[in-house]
């Protein structure tokens, strides 16, 4: 094999990642976030008719994110996170004159913004905020919002009667906004529409109190939804339908007596074609589907991973093509040509770095035994110079999962010899609905861990990892997991964790959090901290920080409003107490997770010297 030097940081450091894309109803450009191009997170646009170098519309030291196009094709709805408190203002930025940034609200707001889009004629914008215009004060629920862009007018139209996640979709035909609520269960979802005068108010879809529920308004003002919820039953695959909002008439397109085995749905912005697919081992296999044709298309790649993004001309698609071994990267496609040799790539994300691909590490399938006899999957990162030492990795979420994606921080510590675990532990995404909620039988904290301590012995018993040569991190509900696993392993299983904005009070990060964060607590816990008070205190790593032997490095953003900086000065009393030796490494301008380039570059180098000198 041959010797492999490590990944230079500094070039690693220019690598970039495309996050977020908006293709223009023109289909002529593509919008997209990415990092390390610039200071920050950034938007770009780019042709969707040839390479050639991304433009920057922003520039900023901050992170700005693409919300979506206006309809003349002629602008962009950019958010912008200041502080890096999760506090939106929003921003429009014209084609002609990139890098000037139009306000449209508050530039330093005092609430939570979400779900920003134009209206189908670029008059208004419509979006969700936890504040009330006449007493000018934050609200514990969400208001959906019709902004006037001309009169600079906001008229609320709904109130949802809880706190909640929200998400909403303008009606093409510009009758309605859809809109989500929580009204019935923390863990349910309903969908309404209303007017945008505010008059008409009503649901028009509720599948259960506990039923998941996803939906858009497709081209033509039908409602594509997908519930996990058929006949009052869980499924372990989605149900997809479409909605006629006249008649309240449902079109079945997938249910489970049809054997399809679909996971989700989604239309592609401006298209009159919708994306269904599955996702098996946390690989998404999209299929593309013509509602004018009938047809069904196969989007799945021979290899990588393939995710269509919307139609350009006759059979011809833009896509993003992304895998271990190569970073997202925009790409032309035909329907029916699924080999990437065939695609047409419009981005070079690869070029802007000195990183080669052959200094990359494949993802490799990985599968162990749980506790309970539950088959869990991840993915195996073997170094090529192997040091003798082992990273887990735990993704934040839960309710999300690691793909075959290109990872700079895995690559990185991997070409430093570490062999690296990133585990899909149950209430990961990817696995079907029945693993997802597996998470919920009992809570946070609990099998959950046994995935990833199961998963280190099975490192262990194949002479992958040694024992006291472990080290594990990871961000937010990753966080959380490293606490949950400094807490309760022993030295040879687990031997240092860097826990990066983790939860280690639930009552107290309960009390802190955002307001619509709560809702997820109560779901996954059983309820609120006054209704099961034994489980949030069984679960909470901070009454277990006696039983610590490993070492510990505790990192946190100070602007945090998801888990808060009170999670740490709480732990901090308990570290103390017991006389538990601990390093900390904080960010006084960073929020739930490290991303400054600046920081992400203190950050790896930190993580690096700690478990180096721990393992």
């Known amino acids: 094999m041959r010797f492999r030097k490590p990944i230079d940081l500094d070039a690693l450091m220019t690598l970039p990642t495309i996050e977020l894309i908006k293709i223009s109803p023109n289909k002529r450009y593509a919008a997209l976030m990415a990092n390390r191009i610039q200071e920050n997170y950034d938007v770009f646009v780019k042709t969707t008719y ?64 979400y779900g920003a889009q134009f209206g189908p004629r670029g008059d208004y914008i419509a979006y969700a905020m936890n504040y009330d215009i006449d007493t000018k004060r934050e609200t514990e629920t969400f208001r959906i919002v019709i902004h006037d862009l001309k009169s600079n007018d906001r008229l609320v139209v709904a109130r949802p009667d809880r706190p909640t996640y929200p998400e909403l979709d303008v009606d093409p035909l510009n009758r309605y906004i859809l809109y989500k609520r929580s009204d019935e269960d923390p863990s349910g979802m309903q969908w309404w529409i209303v007017s945008l005068d505010g008059d008409n108010d009503r649901e028009v879809l509720n599948f259960g109190p506990k039923a998941k529920v996803e939906a858009q308004w497709t081209y033509d003002g039908y409602i594509l939804f997908n519930t996990d919820t058929f006949e009052g039953q869980k499924t372990d695959h989605v149900s997809v339908g479409l909605l006629d909002i006249s008649s309240g008439n449902i079109d079945w397109l997938s249910t489970p007596t049809s054997g399809d085995t679909y996971s989700f749905s989604l239309v592609p912005d401006y298209s009159h074609h919708i994306v269904v697919g599955e996702e098996v081992e946390a690989r998404k296999r999209p299929f593309i589907y013509d509602l004018k044709t009938n047809h069904l298309h196969s989007a799945v790649a021979t290899s990588g991973n393939l995710w269509p993004i919307s139609n350009l001309e006759d059979d011809e698609w833009l896509g993003l093509f992304y895998s271990s071994m190569s970073p997202n990267n925009l790409v032309r496609f035909k329907l029916g040509s699924n080999d990437p040799e065939t695609f047409t790539p419009l981005t070079d994300i690869l070029g802007y770095s000195t990183v080669r691909k052959e200094d990359l590490t494949p993802a490799e399938d990985f599968r ?208 103390e107490k017991h006389k538990i030796p601990y390093e900390k490494l904080v960010f006084e301008d960073e929020g739930h997770g490290i991303i400054r380039e600046s920081n992400v570059k203190v950050l790896l180098q930190r993580l690096a010297q700690f478990f180096e000198s721990s393992l």
Request: overall charge negative.
């Open 368 to 575: 162990w035994i749980s506790a309970d006899n539950t088959m869990i999957h991840g993915w195996l990162y073997r170094a090529a110079n192997p040091n003798g030492k082992t990273i887990v990795y735990v993704h934040g979420g839960p309710t999300y999962h690691s793909e075959d994606r290109l990872s700079p921080q895995i690559q990185y510590f991997c070409s430093m010899g570490y062999n690296i675990l990133d585990p899909n532990y149950r209430g990961s995404t990817g696995y079907g609905v029945n693993f997802r909620d597996l998470i919920k039988k009992d809570g946070w904290g609990g099998l959950d861990k046994e995935d990833v301590r199961t998963g280190i012995e099975a490192l262990i018993e194949k002479g992958i990892a040694i024992p006291h040569k472990v080290g594990i991190y990871g961000t937010s509900y990753g966080g959380y997991l490293s606490w949950i696993s400094i807490t309760h392993f022993p030295n040879k299983v687990v031997a240092a964790a860097a826990p990066i904005c983790g939860m280690t009070d639930l009552v107290v990060d309960y009390e802190t959090t955002r307001p619509d964060l709560r809702p997820y607590s109560e779901e996954m816990l059983g309820g609120s901290p006054t209704e099961v008070p034994e489980k949030y205190h069984e679960r909470s790593p901070i009454n277990y920080v006696q039983n610590i032997q490993a070492k510990l490095l505790i990192i946190q953003g100070l602007r945090d409003p998801n888990v808060t900086k009170a999670n740490v000065a709480e732990v901090e009393k308990k570290l």
């Open 50 to 113: 040839s390479s050639g170098d991304l433009v920057p519309l922003t520039r900023t030291p901050e992170v700005t994110y693409i919300y979506g196009w206006a309809p003349d094709s002629k602008s962009v709805l950019i958010g912008e996170d200041k502080a890096r408190n999760e506090r939106i203002a929003l921003f429009r930025v014209f084609l002609d004159s990139p890098l000037e940034m139009h306000p449209l609200t508050q530039l330093e707001p005092n609430f939570y913004l």
